[in-house]
């Protein structure tokens, strides 16, 4: 049996701890399975007896002072709800590899009788484990970290009423630490911890303050490795803000730790976290080096979970880019792998982003399909927030398809659970999505309601790229109803955020809508300026469907120019564009303003020939 706990042993941190693992264990508890818990680090040995006395209902508890406990653990089945812990002291580097051979070994053992191994590894301990446990380590089916960047653990969102109050019991023991003269040691995990709950709920700047605090503190204490967790976090944080640079000079600076201690794992995911803001930015060549760079360290250290990721993200790039063929590869490549290790929650992820890519290409059936396998999927693994996501996909798409009613139920249950699980980021967007379908509707006031609703969610969480989609969106609902000037206000305003945060698919899509409204006011060249100074961006970023829109809009202006031959040429380069892509709905549209083009110049024959192949296109 466990040890008695004397409460006075734990620090206010490690308190916190022996919660985090505690919920951890019940999390991941099935019937019948069975834990192998390792502590590797001398501090948590008090915490693994807490997380004993924590888990009531379990039956019989042993702690086995061997290195090599997984045979006798076997022989004593059947299997109940039993926790085994080992060992209770510090392990060294000798014990520790013992450990992980005998794990690797013994691994198909492991998944034959069901065994649910939860390894609680201090940074040192997590890093050997790919390389003594390679094919162990492919098992996995997550990784669960105490003190890492946001993006290791996406599990279900607790109730905003739980999370506050989970808040509020952190405060609470922060100020008991601070009372207590702890010093930075103690009280950087404190600060970490509220920096996550705050993120959780959508709080970006709470978060980022504590964050910041937890920083500070970890760097007084001279903790490297976790002050470049929370500097990964900072970074994170602003890139959700849409502060790119600071996002990335965050990142940076975690880069920089992790190469001077050696953590190749983490430099691969740095890397990949850079990526991501470089795409952002529209620079797509360092975006996909920076990718392409993390999967070859992931596929050098055996971390297929990591590769699988890396080419996710790179397919992600090329679906900016416009490389819809490539972009599934990535995807399709990435989806072999996920169902190899058995992950479901990428699994549903690499479907989802395929689904994505079927809508670019106009293939709405096949995107309506793959949309709900992975839907389904998170339905099953009971990640909410996966399945809202996934509704808000199948709502887009059955507005693609005509059906406003089935886009409306599937959009209001995002919104729901969104509401429930209190991620405020994701109820903007459903809201935004909604007022979509309003306006298609012709509810141009629930549209902008909605709109409205969604900007001040951004606005209150700091989300600024949100705020510069939803004034856009307010912009194009005000253009609807003939407000002109207010329409024109409103996407300037979000052009000016996405100029400030250096968000430059933003800025050519703002940018393109002032050059529409220009149009409508008649000012033709402030609106061929603005076209051609967007197409100059999307050239830039590599963005080929942008390309191509922005010729037609070209085209468009010329044409009212009286410049039939100047239009003419701008329509058959967004045709060339748009058949290479693969976009249908831009390859129609092209031809019919070809066909006017030759209607105008009163070549009759010549525009049929041009609008016929959109039968076959």
Same mark, same amino acid.
């Given at each position: 049996?466990?040890?008695?706990?004397?409460?006075?042993?734990?620090?206010?941190?490690?308190?916190?701890?022996?919660?985090?693992?505690?919920?951890?264990?019940?999390?991941?508890?099935?019937?019948?399975?069975?834990?192998?818990?390792?502590?590797?680090?001398?501090?948590?040995?008090?915490?693994?007896?807490?997380?004993?006395?924590?888990?009531?209902?379990?039956?019989?508890?042993?702690?086995?002072? &061997?290195?090599?406990?997984?045979?006798?653990?076997?022989?004593?089945?059947?299997?109940?709800?039993?926790?085994?812990?080992?060992?209770?002291?510090?392990?060294?580097?000798?014990?520790?590899?013992?450990? !992980?051979?005998? %794990?690797?070994?013994?691994?198909?053992?492991?998944?034959?009788?069901?065994?649910?191994?939860?390894?609680? %590894?201090?940074?040192?301990?997590?890093?050997?484990?790919?390389?003594?446990?390679?094919?162990?380590?492919?098992?996995?089916? &997550?990784?669960?970290?105490?003190?890492?960047?946001?993006?290791?653990?996406?599990?279900?969102?607790?109730?905003?009423?739980?999370?506050?109050?989970?808040?509020?019991?952190?405060?609470?023991?922060?100020?008991?630490?601070?009372?207590?003269?702890?010093?930075?040691?103690?009280?950087?995990?404190?600060?970490?911890?509220?920096?996550?709950?705050?993120?959780?709920?959508?709080?970006?700047?709470?978060?980022?303050?504590?964050?910041?605090?937890?920083?500070?503190?970890?760097?007084?204490?001279?903790?490297?490795?976790?002050?470049?967790?929370?500097?990964?976090?900072?970074?994170?944080?602003?890139?959700?803000?849409?502060?790119?640079?600071?996002?990335?000079?965050?990142?940076?600076?975690?880069?920089?730790?992790?190469?001077?201690?050696?953590?190749?794992?983490?430099?691969?995911?740095?890397? &990949?976290?850079?990526?991501?803001?470089?795409?952002?930015?529209?620079?797509?060549?360092?975006?996909?080096?920076?990718?392409?760079?993390?999967?070859?360290?992931?596929?050098?250290?055996?971390?297929? %979970?990591?590769?699988?990721?890396?080419?996710?993200?790179?397919?992600?790039?090329?679906?900016?880019?416009?490389?819809?063929?490539?972009?599934?590869?990535?995807?399709?490549?990435?989806?072999?792998?996920?169902?190899?290790?058995?992950?479901?929650?990428?699994?549903?992820?690499?479907?989802?982003?395929?689904?994505?890519?079927?809508?670019?290409?106009?293939?709405?059936?096949?995107?309506?399909?793959?949309?709900?396998?992975?839907?389904?999927?998170?339905?099953?693994?009971?990640?909410?927030?996966?399945?809202?996501?996934?509704?808000?996909?199948?709502?887009?798409?059955?507005?693609?398809?005509?059906?406003?009613?089935?886009? !409306?139920?599937?959009?209001?249950?995002?919104?729901?659970?969104?509401?429930?699980?209190?991620?405020?980021?994701?109820?903007?967007?459903?809201?935004?999505?909604?007022?979509?379908?309003?306006?298609?509707?012709?509810?141009?006031?629930?549209?902008?309601?909605?709109?409205?609703?969604?900007?001040?969610?951004?606005?209150?969480?700091?989300?600024?790229?949100?705020?510069?989609?939803?004034?856009?969106?307010?912009? %194009?609902?005000?253009?609807?109803?003939?407000?002109?000037?207010?329409?024109?206000?409103?996407?300037?305003?979000?052009?000016?955020?996405?100029?400030?945060?250096?968000?430059?698919?933003?800025?050519?899509?703002? !940018?393109?809508?002032?050059?529409?409204?220009?149009?409508?006011?008649?000012?033709?060249?402030?609106?061929?300026?603005?076209?051609?100074?967007?197409?100059?961006?999307?050239?830039?970023?590599?963005?080929?469907?942008?390309?191509?829109?922005?010729?037609?809009?070209? &085209?468009?202006?010329?044409?009212?120019?009286?410049?039939?031959?100047?239009?003419?040429?701008?329509?058959?380069?967004?045709?060339?564009?748009?058949?290479?892509?693969?976009?249908?709905?831009?390859?129609?549209?092209?031809?019919?303003?070809?066909?006017?083009?030759?209607?105008?110049?009163?070549?009759?024959?010549?525009?049929?020939?041009?609008?016929?192949?959109?039968?076959?296109?």
């Amino acid at each position: 049996m466990a040890a008695t706990l004397d409460p006075n042993r734990l620090t206010p941190s490690d308190r916190l701890l022996v919660r985090d693992l505690a919920q951890a264990i019940e999390v991941n508890a099935g019937r019948g399975a069975i834990f192998v818990l390792v502590a590797a680090a001398g501090k948590r040995n008090n915490c693994a007896h807490g997380v004993l006395e924590a888990l009531p209902g379990y039956g019989e508890r042993l702690i086995a002072p &061997g290195v090599d406990v997984l045979p006798a653990v076997i022989q004593r089945g059947p299997f109940e709800r039993t926790l085994y812990s080992l060992p209770t002291y510090t392990l060294d580097a000798n014990a520790l590899t013992s450990l !992980l051979w005998g %794990l690797n070994y013994r691994r198909e053992l492991v998944a034959e009788h069901g065994i649910t191994v939860l390894l609680w %590894l201090d940074e040192a301990g997590l890093s050997a484990v790919p390389r003594h446990a390679k094919d162990f380590w492919s098992f996995r089916t &997550g990784t669960y970290r105490f003190d890492a960047p946001l993006t290791v653990s996406k599990g279900e969102m607790p109730a905003l009423e739980a999370k506050r109050a989970e808040i509020a019991d952190t405060e609470r023991l922060l100020r008991e630490a601070e009372r207590s003269g702890a010093g930075n040691a103690e009280l950087a995990p404190i600060y970490f911890r509220l920096g996550r709950l705050h993120y959780d709920i959508g709080e970006l700047d709470s978060a980022l303050g504590a964050f910041k605090r937890s920083e500070s503190a970890y760097e007084g204490a001279s903790d490297r490795r976790n002050r470049g967790a929370a500097l990964g976090n900072i970074g994170l944080i602003a890139r959700y803000k849409g502060d790119l640079e600071a996002g990335i000079q965050a990142l940076e600076q975690v880069l920089s730790i992790h190469l001077a201690v050696g953590d190749r794992q983490a430099v691969a995911s740095d890397l &990949g976290n850079l990526g991501n803001i470089y795409r952002e930015k529209g620079d797509i060549k360092a975006a996909l080096n920076a990718h392409e760079e993390a999967g070859e360290i992931f596929r050098a250290l055996g971390d297929r %979970l990591g590769v699988a990721n890396q080419l996710g993200s790179i397919g992600i790039v090329h679906q900016v880019t416009g490389d819809v063929e490539r972009a599934l590869k990535a995807h399709e490549e990435a989806l072999a792998i996920y169902r190899e290790i058995g992950y479901p929650q990428g699994v549903a992820n690499a479907l989802g982003n395929m689904g994505l890519i079927y809508r670019d290409k106009g293939d709405l059936d096949a995107a309506l399909r793959t949309h709900k396998v992975p839907l389904a999927d998170f339905r099953a693994i009971g990640d909410r927030q996966g399945v809202a996501n996934q509704l808000g996909n199948v709502g887009l798409i059955y507005r693609d398809k005509g059906d406003s009613d089935a886009a !409306l139920k599937a959009l209001e249950e995002a919104l729901a659970i969104d509401r429930e699980i209190g991620y405020r980021q994701g109820l903007a967007g459903d809201l935004d999505s909604l007022g979509l379908i309003y306006k298609d509707k012709g509810d141009l006031g629930a549209a902008l309601k909605a709109h409205e609703e969604a900007l001040e969610i951004s606005g209150a969480i700091g989300y600024r790229q949100g705020v510069a989609s939803h004034l856009g969106n307010i912009g %194009l609902i005000y253009r609807d109803l003939g407000d002109l000037e207010a329409a024109l206000k409103a996407h300037e305003e979000a052009l000016e955020i996405s100029r400030a945060i250096g968000y430059r698919q933003g800025v050519a899509s703002h !940018l393109g809508n002032t050059g529409l409204i220009y149009r409508d006011l008649g000012d033709l060249e402030a609106s061929l300026k603005a076209h051609k100074a967007t197409l100059e961006i999307e050239r830039a970023i590599g963005h080929s469907n942008g390309v191509a829109n922005q010729l037609g809009n070209i &085209g468009l202006v010329y044409r009212d120019k009286g410049d039939l031959g100047a239009a003419l040429k701008a329509f058959e380069q967004a045709l060339a564009i748009h058949r290479a892509i693969g976009h249908p709905q831009g390859i129609a549209n092209a031809l019919a303003n070809i066909d006017l083009i030759y209607r105008a110049l009163g070549d009759h024959e010549e525009g049929a020939g041009a609008i016929h192949p959109t039968s076959t296109a």
